[in-house]
């Protein structure tokens, strides 16, 4: 398995969407940081910290925080759409999340609405692998 060299930066725009992730497991390598959680979540993160969930709001300090723990970070920025919009954002916010996926060693822009990007037509990667992919299962679960 390969290690990270750099943790990775996950910046969504909602501070319900770090709280919704930090409910799924004990998970002892990934920090969960919002405005209330980011003092004791900070403290929190050490060379294990594979992952760090934050807000857009406090997206500059956690990856400044990062730089100075290891160097660096890739970040994966959520509802990249939300930053050519900039609708509900301030202008500060917005400069600031474009600088952090700016400095990022590796970064992706997600979003599953990319026509406010402005794009005329979509296009799609496809990944040739040696790997068979197995048929998906359907599971119907009993209401």
Avoid: W
């Amino acid at each position: 398995m390969k290690i990270l060299k750099y943790p990775l930066e996950v910046i969504v725009p909602l501070n319900a969407i770090v709280e919704q992730q930090s409910k799924y497991g004990n998970q002892t390598d990934v920090a969960f940081i919002t405005a209330a959680t980011k003092n004791d979540q900070m403290r929190g993160i050490n060379l294990q910290t594979k992952c760090v969930f934050v807000n857009y709001e406090n997206a500059k300090e956690v990856a400044e925080y990062l730089t100075q723990q290891f160097g660096g970070y890739h970040a994966i920025l959520d509802e990249s759409h939300l930053l050519s919009e900039s609708v509900g954002y301030k202008a500060e916010i917005v400069r600031e999340v474009t600088a952090v996926i700016q400095q990022a060693q590796k970064i992706l822009l997600a979003s599953a609405t990319p026509s406010l990007l402005g794009l005329d037509e979509f296009y799609y990667l496809k990944i040739n692998s040696r790997y068979q992919l197995l048929p998906p299962k359907l599971s119907i679960i009993p209401a």
